[in-house]
């Protein structure tokens, strides 16, 4: 098995890189040997954690981390399921800040993250990062 620096495209984010990342040979060629549910739940609170703006394209991904439906989601932040998909559908649309600190709060709540701060931490930084790496245990 080796390890490897990968562009983790697949969540549908294109700044997300995962180092260390232990790969196995398999009779369909290269695959990660890891859990990516853990993957994607370590990315999510990383876009917490660093103030990662929240756009359409995070909520989506923010979304199936949790394994939420479009409803379920919703219902916990008191908005509809269209009201999810039109954000998620706007992917380069940033959140309006109520709805970014929203977002933010329930996740850092769902993942059980202590987030410090006032309104303007919780709505988070100004630009997303070029590259944001997340090593892999």
Not at 49 to 76: D, T, Y
Not at 103 to 118: F, P, Q, S
Request: hydrophobic fraction near 45%; charge should be positive; aromatic fraction near 6%.
């Amino acid at each position: 098995m080796r390890k490897e620096t990968l562009h983790y495209t697949i969540c549908g984010l294109d700044y997300v890189y995962l180092k260390n990342v232990p790969i196995r040979q398999t009779a369909h060629g290269d695959a990660i040997d890891a859990e990516l549910s853990i993957i994607e739940k370590d990315i999510a609170r990383e876009i917490v954690c660093k103030g990662i703006p929240i756009k359409g394209a995070e909520v989506q991904f923010l979304r199936k981390a949790l394994a939420l439906s479009m409803e379920k989601f919703g219902k916990l932040l008191g908005l509809s399921a269209p009201a999810i998909l039109k954000w998620e559908r706007a992917r380069t649309k940033r959140l309006e800040p109520i709805n970014e600190v929203a977002v933010r709060a329930l996740m850092a709540e769902r993942l059980d993250i202590d987030i410090k701060g006032r309104f303007t931490v919780l709505k988070g930084n100004s630009e997303t990062p070029a590259k944001l790496f997340l090593k892999v245990a």
